[in-house]
């Protein structure tokens, strides 16, 4: 079992939805969870950093993070067609320094 | 602007080759990495390294080499020992003093076996 669990997708939705993204871990020691946008054949870009449990917005984009479930989401409101990449969800506990441990990604699709 | 610089953008590779990919960074980050991206997949750590001369190995090290001679510079050779090595790979970045506030990534090598 990966440490790190995302749904591949892809996930289409139609302009101006809610995309809801999410992924499990099992390592309880994480502390330091992140989401990461990539476009085609790009390096992937830091959207969000949350520590610990608790939500953060920033613009459409909102984090949440349960460590008693052992689960982080990401929502992306009012979705564009710009929002179309795979998202990378990742985490670190304090003890492993500045290792990140990825998950899979997840692709998403907005339609016009 | 500050940022990570992966060259070449393509490569190809014959059977039988090493190949060097590099990879420079400007933001004055303690520690650099190496991943590579298989179609779908997510990012598996190939080498990792936290200060100039020093690095360990990541997940899936066995026929990758690296060096880590300035703090600027952290080149990844793949070998003729690495089997199946057409990939993306990605060069990221981190200060060790915000270690956790996430990497800068540059915007890969995607290598070819022909």
């Known amino acids: 079992q990966k440490e790190v669990e995302q749904d591949p997708g892809p996930l289409s939705v139609p302009e101006g939805a809610i995309v809801s993204l999410n992924c499990t871990y099992s390592?309880?020691?994480?502390?330091?969870f992140m989401w990461y946008r990539q476009y085609s054949r790009k390096g992937p870009e830091l959207l969000m950093y949350?520590?610990?449990?608790g939500n953060k917005e920033d613009g459409r984009f909102t984090a949440q993070v349960d460590k008693s479930s052992k689960y982080i989401s990401l929502f992306i409101r009012d979705s564009q067609p710009s929002d179309s990449a795979t998202y990378l969800c990742a985490m670190s506990a304090e003890a492993a320094g500045n290792k990140l441990t990825f998950g899979g990604g997840t692709r998403v699709l907005v339609k016009p | 602007d500050g940022g990570i610089t992966q060259s070449p953008k393509y490569l190809f590779r014959k059977e039988g080759q090493n190949v060097t990919l590099s990879c420079e960074q400007n933001?004055?980050?303690?520690?650099m990495y190496w991943y590579r991206q298989d179609p779908g997949q997510g990012l598996r750590l190939i080498y990792y390294s936290q200060i100039v001369n020093d690095f360990q190995k990541g997940d899936i090290a066995e026929g990758y080499s690296v060096s880590r001679e300035k703090k600027e510079s952290f080149p990844l050779t793949v070998t003729s020992a690495q089997k199946n090595p057409t990939a993306f790979y990605l060069c990221?970045?981190?200060?060790?003093?915000?270690?956790?506030?996430?990497?800068?990534f540059g915007s890969g090598t995607r290598l070819t076996v022909v």
């Open positions: 933001l004055n980050h303690d520690a």
């Open positions: 390592n309880s020691a994480f502390q330091y």
């Open positions: 990221a970045s981190s200060s060790w003093k915000q270690v956790n506030y996430g990497y800068t």
């Open positions: 949350t520590y610990s449990s």
